[in-house]
């Protein structure tokens, strides 16, 4: 099994990451359950369709590039590539059983349900299945391994484990339509953009080291034999920045067309999502052993902010780092493109709306990892110290998006405050 840092490569200057061409990032299991709750809620069981399409779309750009570049042909080599990059990735085992008719595909450990399963247990069980990644991948890998004109495969999920099931199993069975497949954001769209680079002293200006830390600790990963990549207090797997955006906003699309009222409340409800993920992986990340062999979490303050923004960094999201920090009072943070701004831009156009709700959820983690949380503490990052910081809905500073590429400026700023100076 090759290691995260094995898989991708890093598209410099912005600080994102490809796998072959298609733009991934790093994501924790908190954010994935999250948000994806969050759009089922929001759209009731037409949520299921709109994340198992992002699934499909986005997922059969990826395997297209994969086999492409390694030039893997025939429906068997594609199934096992396929069954291979899930595993690596950390999204679990697919075991394929499938002709040209179609068939049946097996998962087990599948970030999405097992997650659910060992968050939640038997306290909360979904009514309806999960795994809509897992299922537009399957379909995704067999009609490309049995390309037909006749149509493509699609994905039912009929057990899951956070439905109460002992496994999960999926159907696949020919739609006879050609697949829809949207703009996918990859490497050569990125790099054809007019991004503004960084300022030259922006990166890692009181902390040189932080940066070859984060990479050391996050890239060396590796998922088990069963597709699992577990660490930090979290389970970790790339995911395609197209899945991720798609299902984040085609839901607020359909919401502001349909009952514009409920937008604030998604908004507000995506960014949180955001900030609960970015709590747990970069606390995660700076509390670890891994990282305390050759770097600390404690420390000055704005020595804290460096490894959080570098860590950030080295998962793929973005080239953030602050232009102004007032500690306890406010934070900027600047970067010249996020793969956020890029995949809205890219298939959706420009916005006069706030959109970059991904960020904006993650440096108001990070402000709060850095005024919140006592690193020195025994186990300082969980999902008790998450739940008694936030349970009451509390959280003492306020996060605005400021600028944006989407509105016509030349960078992303996100502004922080403390609410007591609102």
């Known amino acids: 099994m090759r290691a995260l840092g094995e ?8 600080s994102l990451l490809t796998l072959r061409d298609q733009l991934v990032y790093v994501q924790s299991h908190h954010h994935a359950l999250f948000l994806d709750q969050t759009v089922s809620d929001a759209l009731g069981g037409e949520g299921w369709a709109v994340r198992k399409q992002a699934a499909f ?18 429906a068997k080599p594609r199934l096992d590539a396929a069954s291979a990059l899930f595993a ?40 309806q299945p999960v795994d809509s990644f897992a299922a537009g991948f399957s379909a995704a890998a067999a009609s490309l391994a049995f390309p037909s004109d006749w149509g493509h495969f699609e994905a039912e999920e009929v057990t899951c484990v956070a439905r109460g099931d002992g496994a999960c199993a999926f159907t696949l069975a ?40 984060a990479m050391r600790v996050i890239r060396n990963l590796v998922a088990t ?3 699992v990549v577990r660490a930090f207090g979290v389970r970790l797997a790339l995911v395609p920045v197209g899945y991720v955006n798609q299902i984040t906003f085609d839901t607020m699309h359909l919401l502001e067309s349909r ?80 793969q956020e701004s890029i995949y809205y831009g890219t298939r959706y156009g420009a916005s006069v709306r706030n959109r970059l709700f991904f960020q904006q959820g993650a ?10 949380v ?44 403390a609410l007591s100076e609102r």
């Open 259 to 338: 009952t514009p009222e409920l937008v604030p409340v998604y908004a507000s409800l995506v960014r949180e999502a955001a900030q609960a993920g970015a709590f747990h992986l970069l606390g995660g990340v700076l509390a670890s052993p891994e990282w305390s062999i050759s770097s600390k979490a404690t420390g000055s303050v704005e020595h804290r902010l460096e490894k959080l923004l570098s860590i950030a960094r080295v998962l793929g999201w973005g080239r953030w780092y602050s232009v102004e920090f007032f500690p306890g009072q406010s934070l900027v943070v600047r970067s010249p493109t996020t």
């Open 57 to 74: 779309e986005s997922t059969h750009a990826l395997l297209e590039a994969v086999f492409k570049a390694e030039s893997v042909e025939g």
């Open 225 to 227: 034999e069963e597709g």
């Open 363 to 372: 440096v108001l983690a990070v402000m709060q990892l850095l005024h919140r």
């Open 88 to 127: 690596a990735m950390g999204h679990g085992k697919l075991v394929f059983d499938v002709t040209a008719e179609g068939g049946m595909v097996r998962g087990e450990g599948l970030f999405y349900g097992a997650s659910h399963a060992e968050k939640y247990g038997k306290k909360v069980r979904h009514k």
């Open 7 to 14: 898989l991708v490569r890093d598209l410099q200057p912005h």
């Open 374 to 417: 006592d690193f020195a503490a025994a186990n300082p990052i969980s999902a008790a110290s998450y739940a008694a910081l936030f349970g009451g809905g509390g959280g003492r500073f306020h996060v605005e998006e400021t600028r944006s590429p989407l509105r016509g400026d030349d960078m992303c700023e996100i502004v922080v405050e």
């Open 174 to 213: 020919r739609r006879p339509e050609r697949p829809r497949l949207g703009i996918a954001v990859t490497r050569q769209v990125v790099s054809g953009l007019p991004l503004k680079p960084p300022p030259l002293d922006a990166p890692n200006s009181q902390y040189p080291h932080a940066i070859p830390t």
